[in-house]
């Protein structure tokens, strides 16, 4: 089927809440793509943040070809580093090193990458190495464009359409727009965020509502990233 309008959420850091939120996607026939840190799956921990403790421990490395199924799981380096900070070498290390480990415990080559760490965690150096020396084929930053463009030429610093949580008063009205108009090319949705942040106010009944608000529509491909990017390519865009 020939498609118009792709809609996809990205998560990271592997953490439990993933599990909740894959039941809540399944229910609605979502896909998401998840960004693990190999190195650190199964560690236990927990965030302070607006003075609530907030789960933060990750899915165990026995669990996660199991609890990903039918969804992608995507790179995010081994340790989760701010990798501006890091030399090349190190930065081929962690992603590449993390892609590996992935793939091995999903059983499938995996591809995409998802940089870490807040504030400036990417640049045009980090662009430049992913791109000439891993193998992974599409790296998502955190700034969002509130736009559906599909940054052909910025595969490796691909900017999300929004925040799951920070820009959920956003979505509703993002997805009346991309539904709503034909700007005469492939549009793509991106939805980006961590799990653990729809317990920072309880925001699962949101998070639920949202789902089954965009969901069931014939015209939109409802998918992984990596199978937006694919469907892109073969477009020949």
Not at 59 to 86: D, F, M, N, W
Not at 113 to 137: H, Q
Not at 158 to 181: E, M, Q, R, Y
Request: glycine share 8%.
């Amino acid at each position: 089927m020939e498609y118009k309008k792709l809609l996809t959420f990205s998560f990271d850091d592997g953490v439990l809440q993933d599990e909740r939120v894959i039941q809540i996607l399944n229910k609605y026939g979502l896909k998401a793509t998840f960004n693990l840190n190999s190195r650190l799956l199964g560690t236990e921990g927990e965030l302070i943040i607006n003075g609530k403790r907030i789960n933060h421990t990750k899915i165990p490395t026995e669990r996660v070809k199991e609890i990903y199924s039918g969804h992608e799981v995507a790179a995010h380096t081994l340790t989760h580093p701010l990798l501006t900070q890091l030399s090349e070498d190190e930065v081929i290390r962690q992603v590449e090193g993390d892609r590996l480990a992935l793939s091995e415990i999903v059983g499938y080559e995996v591809r995409g990458f998802a940089y870490p760490g807040g504030g400036v965690n990417c640049d045009t150096r980090l662009e430049k190495i992913l791109r000439e020396k891993t193998n992974v084929e599409y790296a998502r930053t955190t700034i969002p464009t509130f736009k559906f463009d599909l940054q052909e030429d910025n595969r490796f610093l691909f900017n999300p359409t929004c925040a799951l949580v920070k820009d959920k008063h956003d979505i509703l009205g993002l997805f009346d727009d991309l539904i709503s108009f034909d700007m005469g090319g492939i549009e793509l949705l991106y939805i980006w965020g961590h799990t653990y942040e729809l317990d920072i106010n309880d925001d699962w009944e949101y998070f639920e509502s949202i789902c089954r608000f965009i969901s069931g529509r014939e015209d939109v491909y409802y998918c992984t990233n990596i199978e937006a990017f694919d469907y892109i390519k073969s477009k020949n865009i």
